[in-house]
């Protein structure tokens, strides 16, 4: 075991990636020479050589579109898509191509890729930088989408993607690549190596995709989330005072629904939380879930808390994240009869 | 006459045999009668939705396909019918395809636009316009990765030719020196817009010259042409050298789909290319003059070419309809997932 921030442990997953399977080859925005734009690759170029690492021109379409063709091929590409915002001139390959090719080619190819991407705010990055487009990818059949929020789960997850026959959207929380955040976004930033779930352990491990793991076991209320939001969650709980039960969903697509149905039918109420847009984003999908399999289980009505249904701010950036403060509000909604 | 001329100068330039041009005949003339019987199909109703027929296109792919060996990959667009025959697909799995039957080569689930072919390096047929292009880099990077000598012919029509994809894997393709061979089949229409309504050169291939892609015209109505052509492309890229640009004038004599009036060019353009510059009229005189076959040889092989293809109308009509289960299978790799 070793402590390891979310960068250093997605690294670790790639250097065991590369070294397991000679089929696996990393390509992207910046990932060689300079080793990524938040260091996620740094020093593997050194090490596997510009086969196996490299850089690609600025141009999404063609980077996934490349890996799509590799990967009928039975190799293994994991493309980095330098920021979540740039993923969309290559939404078409993701959803058009790599998510149907086994279904459309009746099983005869199929394309084990993975896409990474840096997602979410909460680093001063305005509309195009801070963007959480998850439900864009939950709305298509064919694609698994991963995010994780501790370094021990982001390299068991990376590697169990990188292994699955079928692409696999991982987006990481950019905003707890260092630490985990807890909303306090004035106060002194808190390191990896002081929480349990940087021990990494050293070598292959894989977490299973489509499982979700319970951050905290309560008895009140169920919240449903995911990256960066299990902290803030974490904070809100203790600022409402009540028994929750965290869930962290780690892989949205395909969803854990044998646990968050366990834990809701346990406390009879539900909140959902994440930073991205309202308005079809991926909590209406988990309440529209939660109604259908435990509606005669709930004491009260599900809550929500989310980005709001604007374009990411610049300026006002806290007062668009979802804080502590609001998921506390939504807590002690929830409680109430 | 004078294309008649042109294409005796081909045979004996490229030293053809006559077995080699009744088999190339062959070919063609099973893309043509097979696309004829899927459109009188279609107005039977029994194919659905979109079909795009490749009548008037056969020297392309049978000229390439005669340049290809065992390994080297294909993958197109959505008119992708005489790409699959060519290649030696069946035809009655590509029939039952467009008839949606489980003897499809996609059991249904693909239609007109997506069929495959693991067995013959058959990488699709693609219904988005331009989106194979970069796949079909991607499918050359893999074999140059391998070190195995294959390459990828990657086609994609005049239309395709302006969508920007095509052109961050031109970059990418010259970048890596990937062995993939660019086949832009130009037939002058996209849909309804003719190349000078929507392009601005009038030649296309010569884009490729940015990227320090070399490539060059070919006459795409003449299969010997396309083959010397395709033998170029192949041995530039075995050789290590990166991709190649062959840009294949060819006619489509057909609507763009089945719902193509046609208003956008005049009878008399399409019926002058079809007496003039027929591709597989072409071969046909080539054979009779050169004496490599009888008019009765020549009948019967299209008798032969007839009986495939009906076989296949009634294998496509015969196949049983996929069950509603396989609407859930093949989505991931596990089991079903609803």
Redesign the interface.
Known sequence: MTRMTMIEALRSAMDVALNTDPNV?IFGEDVGYFGGVFRCTAGLQAKYGE?RLFD??I?E??I????????????KPCVEIQFADYVFPAY??IT??AAR??????????CPLVVRMPTGGGIFGGQTHSQSPEALFTHV??L?VVIPSTPHDAKGLLIAAIE???PVIFMEPKRIYNGPFYGDHSGKSVPWSDHADSEVPEGHYTVPLGKAAIRRSGADVTVLTYGTMVYVTEAAVKEAGVDAEIIDLRTLL?LDLETIVASVEKTGRCVVVHEATRTSGFGAELMAEVQEACFWHLRSPIQRVTGWDAPYPHAQEWDYFPSSARIARALTSAMED | MAAKKTTQKAAAKSNVSGEELTQYYRDMLLIRRFEEKAGQLYGMGLIGGFCHLYIGQEAVVVGLEAAAEEGDKR?TSYRDHGHMLACGMDPNGVMAELTGRIGG???G??GSM?????EKHF??G???VA?Q???????????K??GNGRVTFTYFGDGAANQ??VY??F??AA?WKLPVIFVIENNQYAMGTAQQRSTSTKDIYHRGEAFGIPGEIVDGMNVLSVKEAGEKAVMHCRAGKGPYILEVKTYRYRGHSMSDPAKYRTREEVQKMREERDPIDQVRDMLLTGKHASEDDLKAIDKEIKAVVNASADFAKESPLPDVSELW?????EAE?Q
């Open positions: 080859i086969e690609t021109p141009n379409s063609a996934v579109g490349l890996a799509v063709g590799m990967a009928a091929q039975g190799m078409d390959q058009q191509e090719l086994r279904h459309r080619s009746n099983g005869q190819f199929s059949a064919g698994k699955d026959p079928d395909p | 993958i080569y996609s059991k689930k693909g997506h069929m495959f072919s693991k990488y699709g693609h219904g988005i989106a292009v970069p796949l079909g880099a991607g499918l050359a990077f893999a074999d990765y391998k920007g994809q961050e894997t970059n990418m970048l299978t093949d989505i991931y790799a997932v």
